[in-house]
């Protein structure tokens, strides 16, 4: 008794057949199975007695038959989007939310605090307030940045899986589609429209992976300072001279002796941490109070600023000629606060450091926005609408997104171009030679896991990364040689995570400021975001492929539902179109893990540099870029980890049982032939395996009824009628 006729007794409606030779359907006893062809088909685990163990009741509402367009039996109300434009529409609303906040915030910023050179400045106060204002803000860049990218990701992915149609052409030529990835092999196959709108959501992701986290920045502040090592008689106000004609330190000198009250005395360790940083913010002009008399209470000045890596004076100084203070050159060693805290004395030039009194000032570090970028974000996060809203509008038909899809579309109407090949698999399948309908003989194998997604795609997938980690630790390597003289771990950690270090700029021959330098700076500090992009494509699709194998080869092992956009009778939807979670979230994770780490290895540097008198100095003000050794360091091994996953992923095998399909569309159809008495096979947990058997040869298809697994070196045809 078919499935059908199963159902329709249950309901009253089927009537035994006339035959003599069956009696009352309630009293038929299914005999122990036999295989017409025992050499190709395998006996079933028990003898059945019932037809009611086929199909349990309570299992009946579960696999019952319904219409296009409803679920478990019940009609649904008309629906303007089905299947995968239901998710185009959610995506839709997210870009939509998107531009209304972006354009909301910018225009508020611009009015609100005005405009200089195309940058503005929205906040101003200590610099550990600012910091963290500008974390939170960056945080939600990226989330909003992150939501645009998926949304685009889901459309594009959407336009270009193919339609029916555009399957059948292809197969017509003896060509082949991609089903259920991000196929750039399919751009040409598929409609203009759905090709531009492609290029349009592709084109408008890069602009933000170049500039969307540059867009709201910090400028930190820089204090440049006079150090002036002096005895205490200076401090109690003794005459003393500068043997040099220098106005403006003998001004400085007077006015520093003037307001010595307000200093701050510092213990030598307390000065070395407070001055020993690479720059200096809520602090100025220090007096160096050495032990012992001199006939000079003055001993010499240093002027501090930021125009060429220097080491620092709190590791000591020797005296120069008129009376100035040198530093130790950088070439010898590495000053840093642990090693002039390790020192057993601190000398300026031959005297024993006391202490310090050191001028406290007031950090002022900006958080400034720049409306050159916002305009680009905008533009970008605009044409993406546009393209979204024409995905709803233009592209209607219905596409074979993901692997249940196609399965459902090539059950219903079955491919005249691959009857007869129903063990072929995806190497079989030549541009333009395409294997002829014979029987072949079964040879099962247990293939590799990059087999599924093609040898060429997972060698170039991990040669990418692997070229790409190469180049970082080149980078590296040259980085380290031009930071510091030391490359054991302790010191460059102790340069600081993403850390701001004189020794850590990259210094232009002709900086330029205003918003020409910023967007130069800011295209050089995010282009390599670019390759991290590639990378995560490359690998998204090679893991896609590997799961939607996955998903392939379980029909072969147990019944199941199709997974599709669009769900009818026992069908299931689906909450991902072709990566699981257990893929995706770890992806995603290891993604944003390193974007944010290679923002913390090349960053944007901004610093407000003020004199010993506190203006504003424009000539030693700094916009370039930056860069952390360790973070780079973590970076390549972040690099190294995810390429040997992927190479240990590739080599895992797939169970034996069905031919290796991949994503060809060709191979998938060669199995979608079920027989004749089968109707409405798409809507059941199917699985494949042997069907029937004719004159020796075998054929196998996906199917609601039993089947058996082929057997080794036995012919196998198809069906061919």
Not at 561 to 588: A, E, K
Not at 701 to 715: E, G
Request: glycine share 6%.
């Amino acid at each position: 008794m078919s499935y059908d006729q199963q159902l329709a007794r249950r309901q009253g409606l089927y009537q035994p057949s006339p035959n003599p030779g069956f009696s009352n359907p309630d009293s038929i006893e299914l005999s122990a199975w036999q295989s017409p062809s025992a050499p190709f088909f395998e006996p079933p685990p028990h003898t059945y007695h019932s037809t009611e163990e086929l199909l349990p009741e309570e299992n009946e509402r579960l696999y019952q038959l319904s219409p296009r367009g409803s679920a478990h039996g019940v009609e649904n109300k008309p629906r303007t989007w089905k299947g995968w434009q239901r998710g185009a529409a959610v995506c839709l609303l997210v870009v939509t939310a998107t531009l209304i906040l972006n354009v909301t915030v910018t225009a508020w910023a611009a009015i609100a605090f005005g405009l200089s050179d195309g940058i503005g400045t929205i906040d101003r106060g200590p610099c550990h307030a600012v910091k963290q204002t500008g974390l939170w803000l960056h945080i939600g860049i990226n989330i909003l940045s992150t939501m645009l990218l998926g949304a685009s990701n889901y459309c594009m992915q959407c336009l270009c899986s193919p339609t029916r149609q555009e399957v059948n052409r292809a197969h017509a030529k003896k060509a082949w589609l991609d089903i259920g990835i991000q196929s750039v092999r399919n751009l040409s196959k598929i409609g203009r429209m759905r090709l531009i709108l492609w290029i349009i959501l592709a084109a408008s992701s890069v602009p933000l992976h170049l500039m969307f986290n540059s867009a709201i920045f910090v400028s930190l502040t820089a204090n440049e300072y006079m150090i002036a090592a002096v005895t205490q008689d200076f401090v109690e106000g003794a005459n003393w001279t500068l043997t040099r004609s220098d106005a403006f330190h003998q001004v400085l000198l007077t006015e520093m002796q003037r307001n010595i009250s307000s200093y701050e005395r510092l213990d030598q360790a307390a000065c070395i941490m407070e001055y020993g940083v690479d720059y200096l913010s809520s602090r100025r002009n220090a007096l160096v109070v050495v032990d012992g008399q001199l006939s000079n209470p003055l001993m010499g000045t240093l002027d501090w600023t930021y125009n060429a890596p220097q080491n620092s004076w709190i590791c000591g100084t020797t005296v120069g000629s008129n009376m100035t203070l040198e530093t130790i050159p950088i070439d010898n060693f590495d000053c840093n606060i642990p090693v002039a805290l390790s020192n057993d004395t601190w000398l300026m030039g031959s005297q024993q450091v006391d202490y310090c009194l050191s001028q406290t000032v007031e950090d002022q570090c900006r958080l400034q926005f720049a409306i050159p970028i916002m305009v680009v974000v905008l533009a970008c996060n605009f044409f993406k609408l546009l393209a979204v809203v024409m995905t709803l509008w233009k592209c209607r038909e219905p596409t074979l997104v993901t692997l249940g899809d196609a399965l459902e579309s090539l059950l219903e109407t079955p491919d005249p171009y691959t009857v007869g090949m129903c063990i072929a698999a995806k190497k079989d399948f030549r541009e333009g030679a395409w294997p002829v309908s014979k029987a072949r003989r079964w040879i099962p194998r247990r293939h590799f896991l990059c087999e599924g997604v093609g040898i060429r795609r997972w060698v170039l997938s991990n040669a990418v990364c692997a070229v790409a980690v190469i180049s970082l630790s080149a980078l590296l390597r040259y980085a380290i040689a031009n930071t510091t003289t030391a490359s054991d771990l302790p010191t460059l950690w102790n340069l600081g995570f993403g850390a701001v270090t004189s020794s850590s700029l990259i210094r232009w021959s002709n900086p330029i400021f205003g918003s020409h330098g910023l967007m130069k700076n800011v295209l050089l500090a995010n282009s390599p975001q670019i390759i991290l992009s590639v990378l995560y494509l490359l690998y998204n699709r090679m893991y896609t492929c590997m799961s939607f194998s996955k998903e392939w080869s379980n029909y072969g092992y147990r019944r199941r539902p199709l997974r599709v956009t669009s769900p009818r009778g026992g069908q299931r939807s689906t909450y991902f179109l072709s990566l699981p979670y257990r893929y995706l979230i770890p992806i995603l994770s290891v993604s944003v893990a390193t974007h944010w780490i290679l923002s913390q290895s090349l960053f944007l540097v901004a610093i407000d540099v003020f004199d010993e008198h506190g203006k504003f100095d424009t000539s030693q003000s700094i916009l370039t870029c930056g860069f952390s050794c360790i973070a780079m360091i973590f970076l390549v091994g972040i690099g190294w980890l995810v390429f040997i996953a992927g190479v240990g992923m590739g080599l895992r095998r797939y169970r034996v049982g069905m031919p290796l399909v991949g994503s060809c569309s060709a191979a998938i159809s060669a199995a979608c032939h079920p027989a004749a008495d089968e109707p409405e096979v798409a809507l059941v947990p199917v699985k494949w395996g042997v069907v029937s058997v004719a004159d020796g040869v075998g054929h196998c298809a996906l199917s609601r009824s039993y089947v058996s697994p082929p057997i080794t070196w036995r012919w196998y045809r198809g069906k061919m009628d």
